[in-house]
């Protein structure tokens, strides 16, 4: 029973192609398929409300080669040149055959291609130049199985056509152990150009190095999860005693037999991602042998790597100098509004110093310590478009979205028109915008603070017989300004605010009055209004990219190496130590472990944070 006052919904099934088209698609007893297997030829339920097994799997497919050619001209003068091919496939199914269209798992293809070459110029007995340039092109596609390409379902079956023109929708909400068809597809074409030089010269008791490095950094993102025919979600809320959250019953599968459209989101014009980096690096060493015992590494290394920037602007920012100013906050396009073409100022003054000591204590003990400053690199954090402009303009499902106004979205009875693009709704313009529909823009800090991490060792080895080695370590390491989790929003009040209205027995959920001429959306609740941004009442405003991240890290370590002869080693290794932060994770740049994506406890207060990492190892032996 339901809304519809209907308990039997066959005749609109009959009259229901798609809905008709996927029942004939899913697994019965009478024709499970390759992967489904029933307990009983009935299929009924047991106690635990199980009637079947599925099976999943995955074919790995990975014939790389690479052929490489080395060639000396004379004495001074060889060249090498190598050419890399890493194709992978992984062809998948789930529960159903992969010539189900419906199937809801996707093809991976990832083809990697690398060419490098090198030269090496020997100028004179003591000075030697290196040159290398590489390119390494990889793309990875995450395609629908080739049956669900075979036509456009969703046009074919009376639902809003795929703006790709092909394809199987998504469907979700049926109540199943796996879904219907997926949107989670995508297309991604990553370039990395690598030009650079090194020169070595020694004179007298000096090593030296000379060098520069400049990379070009692509990642084209091309987000096709809404392309295919989009995503639907059907729900038993529609076919419940109320069609509400609060009724009882309903059905999922009747409210795909009745057309009523939960929810549906589509992609309505393809915006990719372009994004671009630049790293530009010069360095000069020393190894400098000042007496037998004691040698001196001095070095300096300039580096800089531009923020991302987009070849066509299009990344939304809140405008940090309206961001103070509730009544103006606003966002723009990079390269509007004052803003740059980097998602943040450009820090050039990269200065990274490292110095090392190597002493020779007596015969038997040699003393090392070391620092230095390294930056962290900028990219790698993620691989989605951000923020990802292939959304519509308006919300579509319930009452909202159709032909009809203000009526039940049903894709036989009320379906859903062409809908428009959130990018395509924004005309052509840059900025201001005071409000947004459809997309999150990001808010990004606009200072030309880059993460760095500071190291620090100190060690001493001591040689205990002529086969025994006897090592004791200490290392430290801070870093500072690091990268932390993308997921805080900065349009929620402050948890003072919200204990005041608590207090204050403020029902949050009441809808607020905007007076006129403020800032504000109409039919906003209370806390929605206590947002800081009323202008973006139902918009989060992640922010990406922050760098106010903090580590720390002390250790000793203590090792001993005996060689026994006849190629037998024995190592054996303690360590003690600690690590502190207040983000997810501070190694590397290529995104968050599963140990703390969580939203922080107080996102106005990172450093609330600070704790004992989620890597930390306090012993190990």
């Known amino acids: 029973t339901g809304p519809s006052g209907l308990d039997d919904v066959s005749a609109q099934l009959a009259a229901n192609p798609f809905a008709k088209f996927i029942m004939s698609l899913l697994p019965t007893p009478s024709n499970p398929g390759p992967y489904v297997i029933y307990d009983n030829p009935q299929g009924t339920f047991d106690l635990s409300a199980h009637n079947a097994s599925y099976i999943r799997g995955v074919t790995d497919i990975d014939n790389r080669y690479s052929i490489r050619i080395d060639h000396q001209f004379n004495n001074r003068n060889q060249i090498f040149a190598r050419y890399t091919v890493e194709p992978i496939s992984g062809p998948r199914f789930f529960g159903v055959a992969p010539s189900n269209p419906m199937d809801q798992v996707q093809d991976d293809v990832i083809t990697s291609r690398d060419i490098a070459t090198g030269y090496t110029l020997i100028l004179s007995n003591n000075l030697v130049n290196n040159f290398h340039y590489s390119l390494i092109r990889s793309i990875e596609d995450r395609t629908p199985e080739p049956s ?14 795929a703006t790709l023109g092909k394809g199987f929708p998504s469907v979700g909400g049926l109540g199943f152990a796996y879904s219907v068809g997926n949107g989670g597809y995508y297309d991604n074409v990553d370039q990395n150009f690598d030009l650079g030089d090194a020169l070595t010269w020694t004179k007298g008791k000096h090593l030296f190095q000379f060098g520069g490095d400049d990379r070009w950094i692509q990642s084209n993102l091309y987000d096709t999860a809404n392309e295919f025919g989009g995503s639907y979600n059907f729900s038993s809320v529609m076919t419940n005693t109320t069609g509400t959250g609060s009724g009882s019953g309903g059905s999922n599968l009747a409210t795909l037999d009745l057309g009523d459209i939960y929810s549906y989101q589509a992609a309505p014009v393809p915006v990719p991602g372009y994004y671009r980096w630049h790293y530009y690096a010069l360095f000069a060493q020393d190894d400098w042998r000042i007496l037998p015992k004691l040698t001196l590494n001095l070095g300096l290394r300039w580096e800089t790597e531009t923020p991302r920037k987009e070849k066509f602007n299009n990344q ?12 103006t906050a606003a966002f723009c396009f990079s390269g509007s ?6 998602l943040w100022p450009t820090n050039w003054h990269g200065f990274e110093p490292r110095v090392g000591i190597s002493y020779l204590a007596t015969p038997k003990i040699t003393v090392h310590a070391a620092y230095g400053l390294f ?33 039940t979205v049903n894709y036989i009875t009320n379906p859903v028109p062409k809908l428009v ?14 409000s947004s529909s459809g997309f999150n823009p990001d808010y990004v800090e606009q200072t030309s603070a880059v993460p760095y991490m500071q190291d620090w060792s100190l060690s001493v080895q001591y040689e205990l017989s002529p086969n025994t080695i006897v090592q004791v370590a200490y290392q430290g390491n801070k870093g500072t300004h690091l990268i932390g989790s993308f997921a805080s929003s900065k349009n929620i009040p402050t948890l003072a605010t919200l204990q005041a209205n608590v207090a204050a027995g403020v029902n949050l959920g009441g809808t607020a009055i905007v007076p006129a001429g403020s800032v504000g959306v109409s039919g906003e609740n209370v806390l929605q209004a206590l947002n800081p ?3 973006f009442a139902n918009v989060s ?6 760098r106010r991240g903090s580590s720390s890290y002390n250790a000793l370590y203590a090792s001993i190496v005996h060689r026994y002869g006849q190629g037998l080693t024995m190592t054996g ?10 983000v997810p994770n501070v190694i590397g740049g290529t995104g968050f472990g599963s140990i703390s994506m969580n939203v922080p406890q107080d996102p106005h207060n990172e450093f609330g944070e600070w704790s004992v990492s989620g890597f930390d190892v306090p012993s190990l032996l």
């Open 148 to 161: 669900g390409l075979t036509t456009d379902f969703a046009a074919k079956y009376g639902l809003t056509p």
């Open 316 to 327: 939304a920012i809140m405008v940090a100098s309206t961001m103070a100013n509730p009544n």
């Open 337 to 342: 509004c004052g803003l740059g073409q980097g």
């Open 375 to 407: 930056r962290t690199p900028l990219t790698g954090y993620e691989n989605v478009p951000d923020p990802d402009f292939n959304v519509a303009s308006a919300t579509i499902g319930n009452q909202t979205g159709g032909t009809i106004p203000n009526s």
């Open 421 to 434: 693009s959130a990018y395509t709704a924004l005309g052509g313009s840059r900025g201001p915008f005071y």
């Open 533 to 535: 941004y009323p202008g």
């Open 541 to 546: 405003l992640p922010e990406i990219y922050p």
């Open 573 to 582: 290794y303690y360590s003690w130590g600690k690590s502190l932060d207040n």
